[in-house]
Every structure is written in C-alpha cells, then in structure tokens.
C-alpha cells in the first residue's frame, strides 16, 4: 500500500497540470465561441499544438508543421517568439514521458542494464538528453522514460530540454520564415 500521509505533491506537477488546465480551457473556449479561427490563434496556437505534440508519447503528432506555417511571414509572427514559446511548450510536453518513467521506478527490479542506463545518465545525461532531444524523432519519448525511471533530477531534464527543444524550433522556424515563401511560390 502506498504511504499518502507524507507524500507532497512536487510544485512541477502543479505546474503542467496549470499549464495543460489552461491551455486546454481558452482552446475550448475559442472554439466554442467561434470568434476566432483556430488557423488565425497565432502563438497560442503554436503553444498549445507544440504542447499536444511533445505530450504524446510514441504517436507522432506534427507540432513542427504548427512551427513552421506560423513562421510563414505572411502571418507576421516573430519568428524568434515562435521558436521560443514551442521550445517551452515541447518541454513541458516532454515531462509526460518522464512521469511515465518516474511512476514505474520503483517496480523495475535492479539488473545490469539498469544499472548501466543510471551510471551513463548521471555522467553524461546532459549530452543523452540534449542531442537526443534536439533532433526532430519520435524515440525521445524511450530517453524520457528511462530518465524518469532513474529518477533524472527534474529540474536539469527541464532546462535541457528548454534549450534543446528551443534551438531545434530556432532553426525550424526561422528556415521556414526564409524559404516557406519561396517554395510556395513554386506551385502557385
């Protein structure tokens, strides 16, 4: 049975729960009331598909085609805003996969793989974190798992993947801000 009497609920919990709570209430709302499209809701919209990709686990959801037609510059969003607001919303997304991990760290029986999984994430969990987060794929999801399981320190998951997840949106956006147009042009 699990002891609740001293379990604290940690403050990034309530965070994402917020996060998710609110985004989720004003998407509702705009499409309920119908006054604005959802192809016209700008950054929130970048914010909340970014946030619904990077949530699912092992189901590739396109955030990154959100990313790059919102940089289209005919929208006139900044495109520097865009790559940012997806790099927060695709690590918040993440922490799914890493609450996945963490629910199940205790019913793993120790073994030699685990053991290696720990001893290379506590040397080199930055670089696993970073470079596997940084590239547009769906097996992230499997080194977010294995970094709850281990019980990765959460607040270093986050800024990792704030900074990777914001570059790879970085590069996206503004590659989209600069040649969108121009192969668009090709097949009107």
């Known amino acids: 049975m699990l002891d609740t009497k001293n379990y604290k609920i940690p403050k990034i919990y309530s965070y ?7 985004v989720s209430l004003l998407w509702l709302l705009i499409r309920l009331n119908n006054s ?3 192809e016209t809701l700008g950054y929130l919209g970048i914010y909340i598909s970014s946030l619904i990709s990077a949530s699912s686990i092992f189901i590739p959801v396109p955030g990154i085609g959100a ?3 919102g940089s289209l510059p005919s929208l006139g969003l900044n495109p520097l805003l ?3 607001i997806a790099g927060l919303a695709e690590s918040i997304g993440e922490l799914t996969g890493y609450f996945t991990g963490r ?6 029986k120790e073994n030699r793989l685990k053991n290696y999984l720990y001893k290379k994430m506590k040397k080199n969990g930055f670089i696993i974190i970073f470079f596997g987060s940084i590239f547009p794929n769906p ?7 294995i970094s709850g399981n281990i019980k990765y ?4 998951f986050i800024v990792v993947l704030f900074f990777s997840k914001s570059i790879k949106s970085l590069i996206i956006s503004y590659s989209c801000y600069s040649g969108l147009e121009i192969v668009i042009g090709w097949f009107r």
């Open 139 to 145: 097996f992230f999801d499997i080194i977010g798992i």
């Open 36 to 38: 604005i499209p959802y």
């Open 153 to 156: 320190p959460i607040r270093k």
């Open 82 to 84: 865009i790559g940012l």
């Open 103 to 108: 629910s199940f760290s205790g019913s793993f």
């Open 67 to 69: 990313v790059c037609v």
């Open 16 to 22: 994402l729960i917020l996060s998710i709570l609110i």
